[in-house]
């Protein structure tokens, strides 16, 4: 299996403003994902993190509210901009290691915005 | 498109019994991974256990098992001797083998009474 640190593990934010969450690998993965999980729902893939390139965004999810960095094999940002309170979710990041029968999660961030 | 099915939202087992969780699957890929993982009220997702669609026997680790019928796309989770440390959310996944994506199921949550 892989470390995997996420931060922050939840913070609270104002409207308007924007966060940035942190996923650190201990071993360089194939694939790295961003996942968010609404109030009460299952969860939903935003995008998958590219190494050196723009990330790939599912339908109904774009760069501009969710962009994503991925400068290297073992780390990735998920920023959450101009956030509103319908953005108050747990956002995971995921990651896939030699192969898609290791697909694990990082301990996940509690956003709340108000 | 793949989707998952899980129609238990919510289950109650008692502790050291058995229990069964439901899924069901739909996919269009030829080579698939169907997995199953944990989430505590803390929002983590725990890796459970994993079933290729070519595997020939079951998966099982530990008290966990996955029983793999293939020809009603199927792929129920099944938990031996129930702890209390067992009551979470359980979430049916699957990823087909080339996107690496997890599509994930709408989630039961077990209880498991003393």
């Known amino acids: 299996s892989a470390v995997i640190s996420q931060k922050p593990s939840r913070d609270i934010c104002q409207r308007g403003t924007s966060l940035t969450i942190q996923c650190q690998v201990d071993?360089?993965?194939?694939?790295m994902f961003w996942y968010r999980q609404q109030p009460g729902q299952s969860l939903t893939l935003i995008a998958t993190a590219n190494q050196g390139s723009e990330a790939t965004y599912e339908s109904g999810f774009v760069i501009d509210k969710f962009p994503i960095s991925r400068p290297n094999l073992t780390f990735s940002t998920l920023t959450v901009s101009n956030m509103s309170p319908e953005d108050s979710s747990i956002y995971l990041c995921?990651?896939?290691?030699?192969?898609?029968?290791?697909?694990?999660f990082g301990q996940g961030t509690r956003l709340t915005v108000v | 498109a793949q989707k998952i099915t899980q129609t238990q939202p919510g289950m109650f087992v008692q502790e050291k019994e058995a229990v069964t969780l439901d899924c069901t699957y739909d996919?269009?890929?030829?080579?698939?991974?169907l997995f199953w993982y944990k989430q505590p009220s803390s929002g983590e997702m725990i890796f459970l256990i994993y079933?290729?669609?070519?595997?020939?026997q079951n998966a099982t680790e530990g008290r966990y098992s996955l029983n793999f019928q293939k020809a009603r796309k199927s792929a129920n989770l099944v938990i031996s001797a129930s702890q209390l440390g067992d009551s979470a959310m359980y979430f049916c996944a699957s990823a087909g083998d080339s996107s690496y994506k997890l599509i994930f199921g709408s989630g039961t949550r077990l209880l498991v009474r003393p």
């Open positions: 995921s990651v896939v290691l030699d192969s898609i029968t290791e697909a694990f």
């Open positions: 996919t269009s890929d030829p080579s698939y991974g």
């Open positions: 079933q290729g669609s070519y595997d020939q």
């Open positions: 071993s360089q993965v194939t694939m």
